[in-house]
């Protein structure tokens, strides 16, 4: 019977707690270092307790349609803005509607909080639009050369195909006196010509005939394309206000550097399902890839067929964001369900218009209201009182601890210690890993894990005791006891995890900060107390302070009213009256 007895004890994990301590500890020292080395030794902060930007976006009518501002876009955009800032890694980003017509979007401090409020102003519609004419981005007044037509060498559209300037939509041999009404000319026949394709896909010849005098509407599209200064800023940015989706428009580049004469728009942002930056090996090149909803598969499909015949800068398709172009590559081939835009992308460039396309189309187009800074004097007044709060409650758990657990309250300390170290120094890696940021409810979150991590130790410790007072000695109760502590401790974690998951899938905002602590904090609790407090807990049991049941070690047989060993008992009693029956 004895060796029986001794293998369960080391199937227990009794004899060789030293590895699971080595493995913490490892962990422990991993993640400390890490910190360092990344440059991250403290958690990213909200903007309650950072501080940051606040961003009024003001809802503008749509031309012919004043009822689509209603609260099913509004709720819309709300949607698409939230994902559009997170997707570039600002996390706790909070936005939300004010009134009927007014979105706030409240931009924490950090690396990325300037980009997110440069995209967040460009929240209008998206659409694919081909391009009838470029020119450079100057106005070209009467009796002053013609415009160069050349663009900013965008991307093409083919994965094969390389960056390329569009040709000159101007007559080459035009002579300086005549370069507004050259350019002119090419706008009138551009229109004229009806290059565009119709989604229909109407034949060429269907199109009205070429004419030297063009009517109203193409004489005004013309002039406005002639005097357009996409070096102004200002004329850049209303460049197409009030125009209506079907009908052609100018557009400047994002960059001030050429303006494109626009058909109707064949594609919209809607149609695109999703858009990634991704680096090709071969090529050493950055590149954009599209996939389009079936619908719009279709629409791509129709419209590269046809722009894939046409010559320079006719086989283009512009790609107009908030009334600007911030693509316009070339289609050498008839493209379908995906597609790649690649040619002088950095990085940066790459996932942006990757974000852009992916988040851009929003029901409604709005406007900068206002931009206001935010100060974390608040959040930190309020964070300073939650951390004296958490300090109190704290030092009220200690003061139990040893009162009532005496020397194991050092184990339940320790057991915090280890805790707070990896809690620490994960979320201080997560803040430039996830965008991860601290803000007062994740505060909170946090200080309930003290209270949960704790109850842990005392499910253990309680469970030792019980098989103290049954008459055992420490080292076979620290075993006996851990088996059922155990199934308890899962159990309870379990709940609580699972709690924190629905609560971060259903709520929003910081509320979701809290549901991602307490989450967290419970997977560590259950790290903690398998590979720190159990280990810990056998090794002092072999200690003479807590394995002879001092009375300042909190398992003094005595003191807990422990029972006579009754099975060692009845065994002398039996060897006893044996020789007197004989």
Same mark, same amino acid.
């Given at each position: 019977?004895? %060796?029986?007895?001794?293998?369960?004890?080391?199937?227990?994990?009794?004899?060789?707690?030293?590895?699971? #301590?080595?493995?913490?500890?490892?962990?422990?020292?991993?993640?400390?270092?890490?910190?360092?080395?990344?440059?991250?030794?403290?958690?990213?902060?909200?903007? =309650?307790?950072?501080?940051?930007?606040?961003?009024?976006?003001?809802?503008?009518?749509?031309?012919?349609?004043?009822?689509?501002?209603?609260?099913?876009?509004?709720?819309?955009?709300?949607?698409?803005?939230?994902?559009?800032?997170?997707?570039?890694?600002? &996390?706790?980003?909070?936005?939300?509607?004010?009134?009927?017509?007014?979105? !706030?979007?409240? !931009?924490?401090?950090?690396?990325?909080?300037?980009?997110?409020?440069?995209?967040?102003?460009?929240?209008?519609?998206?659409?694919?639009?081909?391009?009838?004419?470029?020119?450079?981005?100057?106005?070209?007044?009467?009796?002053?050369?013609?415009?160069?037509?050349?663009?900013?060498?965008?991307?093409?559209?083919?994965?094969?195909?390389?960056?390329?300037?569009?040709?000159?939509? &101007?007559?080459?041999?035009?002579?300086?006196?005549?370069?507004?009404?050259?350019?002119?000319?090419?706008?009138?026949?551009?229109?004229?010509?009806?290059?565009?394709?119709?989604?229909?896909?109407?034949?060429?010849? +269907?199109?009205?005939?070429?004419?030297?005098?063009?009517?109203? %509407?193409?004489?005004?599209?013309?002039?406005?394309?002639?005097?357009?200064?996409?070096? +102004?800023?200002?004329?850049?940015?209303?460049?197409? =206000?009030?125009?209506?989706?079907?009908?052609?428009?100018?557009?400047? &580049?994002?960059?001030?550097?050429?303006?494109?004469? #626009?058909?109707?728009?064949?594609?919209?942002?809607?149609?695109?399902?999703?858009?990634?930056?991704?680096?090709?090996?071969?090529?050493?090149?950055?590149?954009?890839?599209?996939?389009?909803?079936?619908?719009?598969?279709?629409?791509?499909?129709?419209?590269?067929?046809?722009?894939?015949?046409?010559?320079?800068?006719?086989?283009?398709?512009? !790609?107009?964001?908030?009334?600007?172009?911030?693509?316009?590559?070339?289609?050498?081939?008839?493209?379908?369900?995906?597609?790649?835009?690649?040619?002088?992308?950095?990085?940066?460039?790459?996932?942006?218009?990757?974000?852009?396309?992916?988040?851009?189309?929003?029901?409604?187009?709005?406007?900068?209201?206002?931009?206001?800074?935010?100060?974390?004097?608040?959040?930190?007044?309020?964070?300073?009182?939650?951390?004296?709060?958490?300090?109190?409650?704290?030092?009220?758990?200690?003061?139990?601890?040893?009162?009532?657990?005496?020397?194991?309250?050092?184990?339940?300390?320790?057991?915090?210690?280890?805790?707070?170290?990896?809690?620490?120094?994960?979320?201080? #890696?997560?803040?430039?890993?996830?965008?991860?940021?601290?803000?007062?409810?994740?505060?909170?979150?946090?200080?309930?894990?003290?209270?949960?991590?704790?109850?842990?130790?005392?499910?253990?410790?309680?469970?030792?005791?019980?098989? !103290?007072?049954?008459?055992?000695?420490?080292?076979?109760?620290?075993?006996?006891?851990?088996?059922?502590?155990?199934?308890?401790?899962?159990?309870?974690?379990?709940?609580?995890?699972?709690?924190?998951?629905?609560?971060?899938?259903?709520?929003?905002?910081?509320?979701?900060?809290?549901?991602?602590?307490?989450?967290?904090?419970?997977?560590?609790?259950?790290?903690?107390?398998?590979?720190?407090?159990?280990?810990?807990?056998?090794?002092?049991?072999?200690?003479?302070?807590?394995?002879?049941?001092?009375?300042?070690?909190?398992?003094?047989?005595?003191? #807990?009213?422990?029972?006579?060993?009754?099975?060692?008992?009845?065994?002398?009693?039996?060897?006893?009256?044996?020789?007197?029956?004989?």
């Amino acid at each position: 019977m004895a %060796a029986p007895k001794k293998g369960r004890g080391s199937s227990g994990g009794q004899g060789r707690p030293g590895r699971a #301590l080595a493995l913490i500890l490892i962990a422990m020292v991993a993640l400390t270092g890490g910190m360092f080395l990344s440059g991250h030794t403290t958690p990213r902060l909200g903007i =309650d307790l950072a501080g940051g930007t606040s961003i009024t976006l003001k809802a503008k009518s749509q031309p012919g349609k004043p009822e689509a501002i209603n609260e099913t876009n509004m709720n819309t955009a709300v949607s698409i803005i939230e994902r559009r800032v997170n997707g570039l890694g600002v &996390s706790e980003a909070e936005v939300q509607t004010q009134g009927a017509s007014n979105i !706030i979007v409240n !931009i924490p401090k950090g690396t990325n909080s300037a980009q997110a409020r440069e995209q967040v102003g460009t929240t209008a519609q998206l659409y694919f639009r081909p391009v009838l004419t470029v020119a450079g981005g100057a106005p070209t007044p009467e009796g002053s050369a013609s415009p160069s037509a050349t663009g900013s060498g965008k991307p093409s559209a083919t994965p094969s195909a390389k960056a390329s300037d569009p040709e000159t939509a &101007s007559d080459p041999k035009a002579t300086p006196s005549d370069g507004a009404t050259t350019q002119g000319r090419a706008v009138t026949g551009a229109l004229k010509k009806d290059a565009t394709p119709t989604p229909s896909g109407a034949a060429e010849s +269907d199109a009205p005939a070429a004419t030297e005098t063009p009517d109203a %509407a193409t004489a005004a599209l013309q002039k406005k394309f002639t005097e357009l200064d996409c070096t +102004d800023k200002a004329a850049r940015a209303a460049a197409g =206000d009030g125009v209506k989706p079907e009908d052609p428009t100018v557009a400047c &580049s994002s960059e001030g550097d050429a303006k494109y004469l #626009l058909g109707p728009a064949e594609v919209s942002g809607t149609d695109v399902d999703d858009a990634k930056a991704q680096f090709d090996q071969q090529r050493g090149i950055w590149l954009v890839s599209m996939e389009f909803t079936d619908k719009g598969s279709k629409k791509f499909q129709t419209i590269t067929k046809k722009l894939s015949t046409q010559q320079s800068p006719a086989n283009q398709f512009a !790609i107009s964001l908030d009334g600007e172009v911030v693509s316009a590559p070339q289609v050498n081939e008839t493209l379908s369900g995906s597609a790649e835009i690649s040619g002088s992308f950095t990085q940066q460039s790459a996932e942006d218009l990757a974000n852009v396309l992916s988040y851009g189309a929003l029901p409604l187009s709005f406007s900068e209201d206002t931009v206001t800074t935010v100060t974390a004097a608040l959040g930190g007044e309020q964070l300073e009182a939650g951390l004296i709060a958490g300090a109190i409650g704290l030092a009220l758990v200690v003061i139990y601890l040893v009162a009532y657990y005496r020397g194991l309250a050092l184990i339940a300390l320790l057991s915090l210690v280890a805790s707070g170290i990896l809690t620490y120094t994960i979320m201080a #890696l997560l803040g430039p890993a996830i965008g991860f940021a601290l803000n007062l409810p994740a505060v909170c979150g946090a200080i309930v894990a003290i209270g949960i991590t704790a109850d842990s130790f005392i499910v253990y410790f309680e469970r030792i005791r019980d098989e !103290i007072r049954e008459g055992r000695t420490l080292r076979p109760a620290v075993e006996r006891a851990w088996p059922r502590a155990r199934r308890t401790i899962l159990v309870s974690d379990f709940v609580s995890f699972l709690a924190a998951a629905v609560l971060f899938l259903v709520t929003v905002g910081k509320v979701q900060g809290f549901a991602f602590t307490l989450g967290l904090t419970t997977l560590l609790d259950v790290v903690v107390v398998f590979l720190f407090t159990k280990p810990v807990m056998t090794l002092m049991a072999r200690t003479k302070f807590f394995g002879g049941g001092h009375p300042w070690s909190g398992l003094d047989p005595k003191r #807990l009213g422990a029972k006579p060993p009754l099975r060692r008992s009845r065994r002398v009693n039996a060897r006893t009256d044996h020789p007197k029956e004989a």
